[in-house]
């Protein structure tokens, strides 16, 4: 039995949530709510670095999001979600890093937009655009005549860039006219079943502002 370990608004979980449902497979979902859930020890035992995702196959743990989805595609090959021809793989491989290593640090500054918070540096904000618009036609040139990264199936590096790239033109102010590849991929992505049953509500969203409202009133 499959137990993803989840949070709604978390992009690092989301991804695992959607890869989940493209793979098909029966799992259940387990809400671990930030506010100190994560530091319980029932759930230290099976993260001790008390980050969402986890997820538990049987007697099996595994956290960081991209090695759990590498244990579905091993586990669960069928729908083929990582090529294997070298330059294929190698552009999902790069997505998915890209994705986590320029794109996600560079969403930060953007969350007082996002969450519609006070407190935003422009500054900050202005080196995060800079830093987006890079990775985003990066991605563009990346996306050939075929309709995902590196296939003509979706692989995991649509749902890593896919699972991040929407919600940056749909509550973060950036619009992805220039880059007119990512911008058909990134509309068609948000049609799947797999994204639409995924979606974080509203309620979610009210939930985390409130949070980080009571944190920013803490300091
Ligand atoms: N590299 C990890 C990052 C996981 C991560 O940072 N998760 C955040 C939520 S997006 C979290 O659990 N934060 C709560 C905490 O660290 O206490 C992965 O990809 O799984």
């Given at each position: 039995m499959l137990t993803l370990y989840h949070t709604p608004i978390s992009l690092n979980s989301r991804r695992v949530w959607v890869t989940l449902i493209e793979k098909g497979l029966e799992f259940e979902l387990v809400e671990i709510k930030l506010s100190g859930e994560q530091f319980q020890p029932d759930f230290l035992a099976i993260?001790?670095?008390?980050?969402?995702?986890?997820?538990?196959?049987?007697?099996?743990?595994?956290?960081?999001?991209?090695?759990?989805?590498?244990?579905?595609?091993?586990?669960?090959?069928?729908?083929?979600?990582?090529?294997?021809?070298?330059?294929?793989?190698?552009?999902?491989?790069?997505?998915?890093?890209?994705?986590?290593?320029?794109?996600?640090?560079?969403?930060?500054?953007?969350?007082?937009?996002?969450?519609?918070?006070?407190?935003?540096?422009?500054?900050k904000v202005e080196q995060a655009e800079q830093k987006i618009a890079t990775v985003l036609t990066f991605f563009d040139k990346l996306l050939d005549d075929r309709?995902?990264?590196?296939?003509?199936?979706?692989?995991?590096?649509?749902?890593?860039?896919?699972?991040?790239?929407?919600?940056?033109?749909?509550r973060g102010g950036i619009s992805l006219d220039n880059y007119p590849k990512i911008s058909t991929w990134s509309s068609d992505l948000i049609t799947r079943p797999a994204?639409?049953?995924?979606?974080?509500?509203?309620?979610?969203?009210?939930?985390?502002?409130?949070?980080?409202?009571?944190?920013?009133?803490?300091?």
């Open positions: 993260n001790p670095f008390h980050h969402v995702p986890a997820l538990v196959d049987d007697d099996f743990s595994i956290v960081e999001s991209l090695a759990i989805l590498d244990y579905l595609e091993a586990k669960y090959p069928t729908p083929k979600m990582l090529p294997t021809e070298a330059k294929d793989l190698t552009i999902v491989r790069m997505v998915q890093m890209v994705s986590v290593n320029e794109l996600l640090p560079a969403i930060y500054p953007l969350v007082q937009r996002i969450l519609d918070l006070p407190g935003e540096d422009p500054e309709p995902y990264f590196g296939s003509d199936n979706l692989t995991l590096a649509d749902v890593v860039a896919g699972t991040i790239i929407p919600i940056l033109s749909s994204w639409q049953n995924s979606e974080a509500t509203e309620e979610a969203f009210a939930e985390f502002r409130s949070n980080m409202l009571a944190r920013m009133e803490q300091n």
